[in-house]
């Protein structure tokens, strides 16, 4: 199954309910996925950009975008970032077949 990275900031909302109520988040997040035929990986918080990583599987994109949809439809989440991620393998069969193929760039 594909995996996807997602990045996620709360808002200041959230932050808030939080720190009166600190709450896991990986197993309502995992139930999320799970309900969309895929299941969580890895949940972690994060300083910086982003509050978060969510690394989940997915049955296909349709799937990872309609659990991301649902996870910010609950208004919690001031942005989200969505990346899909290659194995090691599929990167270096992306690598081989773009070195069997040329493309001119614009005004060659």
Aim: charged share 20%; aromatic share 8%; glycine share 10%.
């Amino acid at each position: 199954m594909p995996l996807y990275m997602s990045q996620f900031t709360y808002t200041p909302e959230a932050w808030a309910a939080l720190t009166r109520d600190p709450r896991d988040r990986s197993a309502a997040v995992g139930g999320l996925m799970e309900s969309m035929g895929g299941r969580l990986v890895a949940f972690y918080h994060s300083f910086g950009e982003y509050d978060g990583v969510i690394i989940s599987e997915s049955p296909d994109d349709t799937s990872a975008a309609a659990g991301v949809l649902a996870g910010i439809s609950a208004g919690h989440i001031k942005s989200i970032k969505t990346t899909t991620l290659l194995s090691v393998e599929d990167a270096m069969e992306a690598m081989r077949r773009a070195g069997e193929v040329t493309f001119q760039r614009p005004g060659q």
